[in-house]
């Protein structure tokens, strides 16, 4: 039925640094001599993003592919270690940048990837170096960070192993990585244009999930079993690029799974037939670690579980991926634990598990309740110097439908906002801050009485290691009784993630319902339909920061805001001026010499 796929993810640097080597002579003579300090290594690499046919799901289509390989080359590397990326735009007509998720960009804003925010999209034909250090260790990943690019296939793993000497609160045998995706046969461009339509298109659901990358459209690996009627055994040889990627495992062994959801759309479950999984990290920190049959992953977050091999061992076992949150029309994605040595194409015993109803939001909020930071985690300030409230409704400006945040649909400037607070240039966006909050008579519960919202471009501006809270309010969309999931993500910062709660947050639920003592650190989080969700953060990292819904068509819609952290550091930051070569900057950089100011 199918064969083993091995890893082609495996990011290779393409040269070694010089500290590598010397890194490496220090560590033998630290053997030898007794401890020393090993400087950390930069792990280079060199990518030339361009489009190749690809057939994801067995069905060909066009994909952005990173050295020609579909997902990215997977990046490996530890604490401390400096990731240099020259990345080399091979795309003929569209610029192009790359995000690297989770990462905090620790004094290097300039390298965090998003369009318009902390940088110029790269030209065609042009090349941009991304220089930054990874500080944390977790299971991170990086995507496309302009239009719909990562709804077009650009992304990839990066995974931070824990620095020498650093212990772990967890022990395994084996990892795995697993990057989940979801796969439309139409275009992203032709998605991009119908959102803009006047009608609106939707993009619809998915056609496919992927997991690295793999999915099945026309046949279905579990057609036996006789549940899908309508869809044939598929019949792969494993050389296909739509054969599964199968976990060889040996039994009684535990293993890590790294998680990470890189969807444009779907919020997922997954789920091991027989198998229970223990939740061990989320968005790179560490959690209390508890025990779950599934876990439900959005679009922005990464977990890392712990899978002990301890079920009858002659068996193999399903893997399943399903879609929650949004009524589904597409089918699971599937792939097979395979205990060693059983031969991959023995099927498992039984069907794959069931996915929970798309709508058992209960079953999710359970899940996400249960994610508590692990004892010893940095705890958040007692007290916030700030709360912006930020209400999400579905709005409609001038005929286009929407997506605003209390009622202004983000749209993205031409001038980067990193570039344009560190000259300090007006005009390059809109001067007024976004409000702070929305009318207190705003019905959640209902479609807008007035649907009609502005679109913006202004910014939050926030004091250099402020406390910040935010509280994300969903609503009703533009259709009665609908309000849907979105995953919040942060970029440049974690947050704590304070609570959730249902209908509108009110003072007594600040008083009260917030946790202070373990909330878990993230960089996404979600806010279930007529529901809000309290987040804190420290605003220590200067720069320019998206902080967006993690759903690529919503924030394409404009569900986003831009926060400037620290205006008077990035004024004094060194950034490379290729970071800025568009919009007003361009001119600034041009006289500036070279921005290097
Ligand atoms: O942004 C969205 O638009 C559609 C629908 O609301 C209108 O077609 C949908 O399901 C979204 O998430």
């Given amino acids: 039925m199918i064969n083993p796929q091995s890893d082609s993810g495996s990011g290779r640097p393409l040269r070694s640094d010089l500290t590598a080597k010397w890194c490496l002579v220090v560590l033998i003579s630290v053997v030898l001599v007794g401890p020393s300090t090993c400087a950390a290594k930069t792990r280079h690499f060199r990518w030339e993003v361009e489009y190749k046919y690809w057939s994801p799901d067995c069905v060909e289509g066009v994909v952005m592919s990173i050295n020609g390989q579909f997902p990215g080359p997977t990046i490996k590397a530890v604490v401390g270690d400096t990731i240099s990326v020259e990345l080399t735009n091979k795309l003929s007509t569209e610029g192009v940048v790359v995000h690297w998720h989770g990462i905090r960009q620790l004094g290097t804003p300039w390298a965090d990837g998003t369009a318009s925010i902390s940088q110029c999209p790269i030209n065609p034909g042009e090349t941009f170096t991304y220089r930054f250090k990874v500080d944390k260790a977790g299971t991170y990943f990086y995507h496309g960070h302009y239009g719909m690019q990562r709804s077009a296939g650009l992304y990839g793993s990066l995974i931070v192993q824990a620095g020498e000497g650093e212990k772990e609160p967890f022990r395994y045998d084996g990892e ?11 275009s992203s461009r032709e998605q991009e244009l119908g959102l803009s339509s006047v009608p609106f298109r939707w993009i619809g659901e998915p056609q496919s999930l992927l997991i690295n990358g793999r999915g099945q459209y026309n046949c279905s690996l579990a057609a036996r079993y006789g549940n899908s009627t309508s869809t044939a055994q598929c019949k792969l040889t494993g050389a296909e690029q739509c054969a599964p990627f199968v976990l060889p495992v ?11 959801s890189s969807t444009a759309l779907a919020s ?49 076992y399903w893997i399943a991926i399903g879609v929650r949150g949004r009524q589904p029309n597409t089918s699971q994605a599937l792939t097979i634990l395979n205990y060693r040595p059983n031969s991959v194409s023995k099927l498992p015993a039984s069907p794959p598990p069931t996915t929970p109803l798309w709508n058992d939001y209960n079953h999710s909020k359970s899940f996400s309740t249960k994610i508590l930071a692990l004892a010893g985690s940095p705890r958040p300030p007692p007290a ?34 990193l570039g344009a607070i560190k000259y300090n240039l007006h005009g390059a966006f809109e001067g007024t801050s976004p409000p702070e909050s929305f009318p207190a008579d705003y019905d959640v519960m209902h479609p807008p009485a007035n649907p009609n919202s502005t679109v913006g ?48 947050f009110t003072a007594e639920d600040g008083d009260k319902r917030l ?60 950034i490379p001026g290729e970071a800025f070569a568009c919009g007003l900057t361009a001119k600034m950089v041009a006289a500036d010499n070279g921005g290097h100011s």
């Fill in 176 to 186: 795995f990585n697993l990057l989940l995706s979801d796969w439309w046969h139409k």
């Fill in 250 to 260: 040996l039994p009684n062994k535990t293993y890590r799974l790294r998680l990470a």
């Fill in 268 to 316: 997922l479950n997954l789920a091991i037939g027989g198998h229970k999984m223990v939740v061990v990290e989320a968005d790179g920190n560490y959690v209390q670690p508890f025990t779950v049959d599934d876990l439900d992953i959005y679009s922005g977050e990464s977990y890392s579980v712990l899978l002990t091999t301890d079920q009858d061992p002659r068996q193999n």
């Fill in 384 to 417: 916030h110097d700030r709360r912006i409230f930020l209400l999400n409704t579905q709005s409609k400006f001038n005929g286009q439908t929407k997506w605003s945040i209390n009622n202004i649909s983000l749209s993205l400037p031409p001038t980067p906002y």
């Fill in 457 to 504: 471009s202004g910014v939050y501006t926030l004091g250099l290691n402020s406390t910040v809270d935010i509280i994300l309010q969903n609503a009703n969309t533009l259709t009665a009784n609908n309000s849907e999931i979105h995953p919040w993500h942060l970029h440049g910062h974690d947050f704590w993630v304070l609570g959730y709660g249902e209908g509108k």
């Fill in 515 to 574: 946790n202070l003592k373990n909330p878990p650190l993230r960089n996404t989080a979600v806010i279930f339909p007529y529901g809000w969700t309290a987040l804190r953060f420290v605003a220590d990292n200067p720069g320019a920061w998206a902080f967006h819904c993690h759903i690529e068509p919503h924030l394409h819609m404009g569900m986003g805001v831009a926060l400037a952290v620290g205006v008077d550091a990035v004024g004094k930051m060194k």
